[in-house]
């Protein structure tokens, strides 16, 4: 299993550019999520799904969206990028809601 | 709110000795699951050691091993026989079993460096 991976490991974009960030995981998980993590902070949930078509807004939505076509992908799009939306990007998935998250490698993502 | 506050922003520890992370928490649900994560320079996360908050043995995986004090609510990490390796930020976090689960609070996390 590769797990939980992310595509790209690092991009700089424009103030008001566009970009999806890709996560894939093959264990079968129901459950996805976003993270981002600025510095020297712990991480904040964006969103969340918990299964194919179903998504959530976290604690920080603004400025981005997901959607869950399949069980395996969930993307996050980032609209109008911000330099406040500089930061590292985790996805996540779990079994069920409540256990265990396995994390993917992150996505630094730097807007200028 | 439910939140995690982890006091040492920054930890060193001499390779092969032993170090302890301090975590407490603040919540007002009676079941839920702890986590210590490890970040290493790939800034990759790595679950390190969970605990469900209805068990009263502390949890031990190898030379990783938890204080659990619940009526504290304190969840302190003790890292033995510190290796090279041990080198990274620990994030303690926080999750309820019921309302609000989606969600890992998240500490600031404390730097552990490991001398050699």
């Known amino acids: 299993n590769a797990g939980v991976t992310q595509t790209p490991k690092f991009r700089i974009l424009k103030i008001g550019q566009s970009m999806t960030l890709q996560c894939a995981q093959d264990?079968?998980?129901?459950?996805m999520y976003w993270y981002r993590q600025d510095p020297g902070m712990g991480l904040k949930l964006i969103y969340y799904s918990v299964g194919a078509g179903i998504t959530d807004k976290g604690e920080v939505p603004n400025g981005y969206n997901v959607s869950r076509s399949t069980t395996e992908d969930f993307p996050l799009r980032l609209e109008l990028a911000a330099p406040s939306q500089t930061s590292v990007y985790f996805c996540a998935s779990s079994y069920r809601l409540a256990e265990t998250q396995y994390f993917g490698p992150g996505t630094r993502l730097l807007v200028l | 709110a439910q939140t995690v506050t982890q006091s040492q922003p920054e930890m060193s520890v001499q390779e092969a000795e032993t170090v302890t992370l301090s975590c407490t928490y603040d919540?007002?649900?009676?079941?839920?699951?702890l986590f210590w994560y490890k970040q290493p320079p790939s800034r990759q996360m790595i679950l390190v050691i969970r605990?469900?908050?209805?068990?009263?043995q502390n949890a031990t995986e190898n030379r990783f091993s938890v204080n659990f004090q619940k009526a504290a609510k304190s969840f302190s990490l003790k890292i033995s026989d510190s290796q090279l390796g041990d080198a990274a930020m620990y994030f303690c976090a926080y999750r309820p079993v019921q309302g609000g689960s989606e969600k890992l609070v998240f500490g600031k996390g404390t730097k552990l460096t490991v001398n050699p």
């Open positions: 264990m079968n998980h129901n459950y």
């Open positions: 919540t007002s649900e009676s079941d839920y699951y």
């Open positions: 605990q469900e908050a209805y068990k009263q």
